[in-house]
Nanobody
Framework: QVQLVESGGGLVQPGGSLRLSCAAS????????MGWYRQAPGKQRELVAT???????NYADSVKGRFTISRDNAKNTVYLQMNSLKPEDTAVYYC??????????????WGQGTQVTVSS
């Protein structure tokens, strides 16, 4: 009843850029914080960046200065602009949102993930 769908992943050379998008749809009343997480092979899922519905942001140290998170509240969409990509950024990237549904439920929702591969 609530769905998050990511897009924009792919293969890029080191130093390149990608922009990820994540659109939330369904029986949404309001979305609180949204964020991006990633999981590389053999590693735990880690936080990349988060943004509140007021626009306050938080970044992992490893991506500060290179990645920018933003959101369009009218479209229930969050974005991740990734610049100066490095091979160590290779991972499956997951969108997350803390969503209040219109039937009264609330909780964390996740997208299906999108692969980002940084390689020459």
């Amino acid at each position: 009843q609530v769905q998050l769908v990511e897009s924009g992943g792919g293969l890029v050379q080191p130093g390149g850029s990608l922009r990820l998008s994540c659109a939330a749809s369904g029986r949404i009343f309001v979305i609180n914080a949204m964020g991006w997480y990633r999981q590389a092979p053999g590693k735990q899922r880690e936080l990349v960046a988060t943004i509140t519905n007021g626009g306050s942001t938080n970044y992992a140290d490893s991506v500060k200065g290179r990645f920018t998170i933003s959101r369009d509240n009218a479209k229930n969409t969050v974005y991740l602009q990734m610049n100066s990509l490095k091979p160590e950024d290779t991972a499956v990237y997951y969108c997350n949102g803390y969503i209040f549904a219109d039937w009264g439920g609330r909780g964390d929702y996740w997208g299906q993930g999108t692969q980002v591969t940084v390689s020459s």
